[in-house]
């Protein structure tokens, strides 16, 4: 196979025989941050079992972070000297298929060259955030990470592949062979299956990957979900390319970092409004605030459904006026960056669902329940020059997120 842009084969691990896939495969360490439920029963389901909540960091948890950093370190070792984990992939890729109340979402398990990426708003990279990254978000991960022996990926990239050249092409290919696991995720996150991709469909990928390439124009990939745990990996890569030869870095494992390629145009790839939570806040004077804040820019509130205030004095529902063209959240989330510096006593939190927004606008809490964008404007959006505003979108519910399943050594 050639050298693809951007993306590589990888030597992939995947839970032994004997390790009960279902307690190894947990969500993304960035959902349900302030549900403790959800993380209390993943707990009471794995039990003593190999599994990924012992290598990850659930955010809800990052405040514990150093503590939890030895503990984590402490498993990676542990199964990859006893085989909980194996290599099962050699110098390859997984085609993936997610089951949920959306569809089946397909995937393409590869790792994609941290040199090719870049979040930093209007570069020109052929790896691109799709909304802004906080650098400060940055350090508290690169603890995690640095030192870390493996890695199981929950960042999703997504490709602009309108003619389905590649990932579906390689999953008609693949679908008849034995799958490398076949499987219920825990707590409602749908059904999983991934297959060893062949020899002969790896010619597809290589003919695809170029194919979208070609008309690409410098811009090939857009990092879904998951954008700080890939600028998590570019930091920490940086940092070991100092102290290494231009030999050594073309050689080191730690120059990619092992992701799932999503089809932007998969019907069961879902757009969802990723909503937001002010604990503490009073529904009126935030809407009173808001609307002094959009009087200095020369808008106002009017009816309409941009926006939902959720709490318990009731819904309050309200458009943005004049219509600028611009996104409502990237009206709002500035706004709310300058309430929050001013009132400490408030905190925030970005929730996936309305019953989850409901559910925590109670006890002097506000909800605020927003609308998503059309996703086929994503690439020309990042293309255009920009980033999107932080938490602008989700690419499905909190369950249906990527579980972490497969993983590959860094070290």
């Known amino acids: 196979m050639r050298t693809l842009p951007g993306i590589a084969p990888a030597d992939i691990y995947l839970p032994a025989d004997h390790v009960d896939p279902m307690k190894w495969a947990v969500v993304a360490c960035d959902q349900y941050t302030s549900q403790n439920d ?23 948890y990052l405040s514990s972070a150093e503590a939890r950093i030895p503990l984590i370190r402490k498993a990676m070792k542990e199964y990859l000297e006893t085989g909980a984990i194996e290599k099962k992939v050699e110098n ?40 802004g990254t906080i650098v400060e978000r940055i350090p508290p991960r690169v603890k995690i990470r640095e030192g870390a022996s493996i890695e199981s990926p929950h ?6 592949d309108k003619d389905m050249l590649l990932i579906e092409k390689v999953y008609e290919a693949v679908l008849q062979t034995e799958p490398l696991y076949d499987f219920d995720l825990m707590l409602g996150g749908g059904h999983l299956r991934g297959w060893k991709v062949t020899k002969a469909a790896e010619e597809i990928i290589e003919n ?17 979900d998951g954008n700080h745990s890939l600028a998590t990996a570019k930091a920490c890569w940086e940092n070991i390319k100092k102290t290494l030869t231009p030999e050594e870095i073309e050689a080191h494992p ?13 019907p069961a790839l879902i757009f969802e409004p990723i909503h937001r939570v002010l604990f503490g806040a009073d529904a009126n004077s935030l809407i009173e605030a ?11 509130l009017s009816s309409g459904n941009d926006f939902v205030f959720v709490s318990e004095q009731g819904d309050q529902s309200y458009s943005l006026s004049p219509d600028t063209g611009a996104l409502p959240v990237a009206v709002l989330q500035p706004f709310l960056d300058q309430y929050l510096s001013s009132h400490p006593e408030i905190s925030i939190d970005y929730v996936h669902g309305d019953k989850a927004v409901r559910a925590l606008a109670q006890n002097g809490n506000t909800g605020i329940l927003i609308g998503t964008i059309d996703k086929s404007l994503l690439f020309p959006s990042i293309r255009s020059g920009g980033v999107l505003p932080r938490k602008t979108f ?3 519910e909190a369950h249906e997120k990527r579980y972490y399943m497969e993983a590959r050594k860094i070290l």
């Open 38 to 60: 959800y993380w209390e029963n993943a707990e009471k389901i794995v039990g003593d079992s190999p599994s990924t909540l012992r290598i990850i960091q659930p955010e809800i």
């Open 92 to 131: 390859g890729f997984v085609l993936t298929e997610r089951t949920t109340e959306s569809g089946v979402r397909l995937g393409l398990i590869a790792s994609v060259d941290l040199d090719q990426y870049d979040f930093t708003p209007g570069a020109n990279a052929l790896i691109r955030a799709t909304e």
């Open 155 to 160: 960042v999703m990239i997504l490709i602009d």
């Open 208 to 224: 695809a990957v170029y194919a979208l390439y070609s008309r690409a124009d410098g811009f090939l990939y857009a990092v879904g």
């Open 254 to 266: 730690a120059k990619y970092a092992l992701t799932e390629l999503v089809n932007l145009h998969s």
């Open 290 to 300: 808001f609307k002094a804040y959009l009087s200095e820019k020369g808008m106002a």
């Open 394 to 396: 989700s690419m499905g």
